[in-house]
């Protein structure tokens, strides 16, 4: 239901575009997010955007990351400058909506980025 496009393999100090659409069965989404896994380590948040636009980042990622997202369309973007081998991990696309005072959160299946030195 959240298909992710983008990632690959670039150099330190390059660029990547990731992109995360939801499928109309997932409508009214409240959060949008992205979230990342590296061996050995806990997911941890790397950005977030509500409905009306305002984010939240990682410090870590401060500067060199853009989310945005595209309401019309259910997607959510990730813009990465500027890699450092430590961004290396998979990425996950994490959506939320809310249905009757619940909230449902939707995953992504992770698209790999690896940061080469």
């Known amino acids: 239901q959240l298909v992710e496009s983008g990632g690959g393999l670039v150099q330190a100090g390059g660029s990547q575009r990731l992109s995360c659409a939801a499928s109309g069965s997932i409508f009214d989404i409240n959060t949008m997010g992205w979230y990342r896994q590296a061996p050995g380590k806990q997911r941890e948040l790397v950005a977030s955007?509500?409905?009306?636009?305002?984010?939240n980042y990682a410090d870590s990622v401060k500067g060199r990351f853009t989310i945005s997202r595209d309401n019309a369309k259910n997607t959510v973007y990730l813009q990465m400058n500027s890699l450092k081998p430590e961004d290396t991990a998979v990425y996950y696309c994490?959506?939320?909506?809310?249905?009757?005072?619940?909230?449902?959160?939707?995953w992504g299946q992770g698209t790999q980025v690896t940061v080469s030195s």
């Open positions: 955007i509500v409905r009306g636009g305002s984010t």
């Open positions: 994490e959506v939320t909506v809310l249905r009757d005072g619940i909230t449902i959160e939707y």
